[in-house]
């Protein structure tokens, strides 16, 4: 017979759960927001850690925007008269494909990582840049 603490409820939960046919994972995904104003839509990414060159963002062939963030780090803190038994490596990687409205103007993205955050501005196409858009076909 098994014997539970106080805190029997998720003592239950985790030997329920970890199991061999269920994997027990860290992995979470970052906090998203989209804000949008006249002018614009603003993605911010919750990116704690990360620098700009650990970003990737283009605008695919289906007109998606895909951000990849990657970050490999290995913590190594070994001294001359000490050996570690464990070392700690950490890896993050995430990657996130969202669906551009029409609006917006492809050219002028622009993206910024600021206090743990990342920031893509989505600039939306002007009133005369939507004309231009516009295609006249020529009935024959």
Excluded at 6 to 29: C, E, H, M, R, Y
Aim: glycine share 4%.
């Amino acid at each position: 017979m098994r014997r539970y603490n106080q805190g029997w409820i998720p003592s239950l939960f985790d030997d329920l759960f970890a199991t061999d046919f269920v994997n027990k994972t860290n992995a979470t995904a970052p906090a998203i927001n989209v804000v949008e104003d006249d002018r614009s839509y603003q993605v911010e990414v919750a990116a704690p850690g990360m620098a700009k060159g650990d970003f990737q963002i283009h605008v695919d062939d289906e007109s998606n925007l895909v951000i990849k963030m990657e970050k490999a780090q290995e913590k190594n803190n070994e001294k001359k008269n000490q050996r570690y038994l464990r070392r700690e490596f950490s890896y993050t990687k995430y990657q996130q494909t969202l669906i551009l409205p029409d609006d917006v103007d492809k050219k002028g993205i622009a993206a910024a990582v600021e206090n743990g955050v990342l920031t893509v501005t989505l600039p939306k196409l002007t009133a005369e840049q939507k004309q231009q858009t516009l295609q006249h076909i020529e009935v024959k």
